[in-house]
């Protein structure tokens, strides 16, 4: 098998084996601390939108940087080795239900840039910062009927997607991310799209990046929501030859153990991430969620001591706190050790 050669990114999979990554946090859950409303989302730019933007996160890299600059600046000073771009629905179909889908690419180039600034603010000679280009799954999914009485029926199909995905991609790799994170995944098939526009925009560009794919086990069955188990949905993905596959969001660490367990052994031949929520949905709670750092960060430490994972951060209700603890629990602790099978760290 001919080795990958990365463009950017090229550190990072001797870095994998050298120590444990720490990923940062939940975006949403910062953001709400902001407590911002309407106009805030619609910045002077779209004062007159037709449609209600509040909760559109992604939005706020044109209309308020500063709130996004601050919540990047917080994880890195948690100590936060990688930062997601705050794009997880800056792509045309998730976009135009709000409207501003003509803006998708121009919010990835924004956020990317957003990123990359703080990165480098706080990279060091011996702590260097990444950047990842976060791609989420749509609201859409190509593989269920959103229409009970229609099992055949689809509000997507694979092109749309390959469509909007490979216009999001284009927009971080301008504005200057080290990898790409197809994260959150629900629907294989989504996913699919994805990765076939990622290679698309590799081979078009002649740029190549590492790239991390995180599914999501949404309940005690162990399957995402299409229907596939971790080790299915891994054999669905593997053609990809990413530096990294793992699980994020839907379940907290305690109930995701035994998917990142079964990943780690069905996976042997690239590097596991893992990111999970703060326990479960609390509405009662400051952040949504149950878990306090200290509970995340010894849940985090266990996987790591038993040897399963080269990447940690949080999802869904995690914070700079969270990520800090998690960095303190698993620093002292060696990181999974892989067959290095799929990522190459010298251009070609």
Known sequence: ????????GRALPDLLSQRIVILDGAMGTMI???KLVEADYRGERLRDHP???????????????DVIRDIHE??????????????????????????????????????????????DKF??????????????????????????????????????????????VSGPVEGGVDLLLVETIFDTLNAKAALFAIEE????????????????????SGRILSGQTVTAFWHSVRHARPLAVGLNCALGAALMRPYIRELAKVAPDTFISCYP????????????????????SRLLR?????????????????????????GDAVRPLAARATQRAFFYKEAA
């Open 1 to 8: 098998m001919k080795p990958l050669a990365y463009t950017r």
């Open 74 to 119: 917080g994880y890195l000073a948690a100590g936060a080795d990688i930062l997601e771009t705050n794009t997880f629905g800056a792509n045309a179909l998730a976009q135009d239900d709000y409207g501003p889908g003509h803006l998708a690419r121009e919010m990835n180039v924004a956020a990317a840039k957003l990123a990359r600034e703080a990165a």
């Open 302 to 326: 266990e996987f790591a001591v038993e040897g399963l994972v080269n990447i940690v951060g949080g999802c869904c209700g995690t914070t700079p706190e969270h990520i800090a603890a998690i």
């Open 123 to 168: 990279s060091t000679p011996d702590k260097p910062r990444f950047v990842a280009g976060a791609l989420g799954p749509t609201p859409r999914t190509a593989s269920i009927s959103p229409d009970v009485n229609d099992p055949g029926a689809r509000n997507v199909d694979f092109e749309q997607l390959r469509a909007s995905y490979y216009e999001q």
């Open 32 to 34: 709400q601390r902001f």
């Open 201 to 220: 925009f590799f081979a078009d560009s002649g740029e190549r990046l590492p790239v991390i794919i995180s599914g999501t086990v949404t309940d005690a």
């Open 51 to 65: 449609k209600d933007l509040k909760n559109n996160g992604d939005l706020l890299v044109l209309t308020r940087p």
């Open 277 to 296: 929520n703060a326990g479960l949905p609390n509405p009662m709670s400051e952040t949504g969620f149950d878990e306090k750092p200290e509970d995340t």
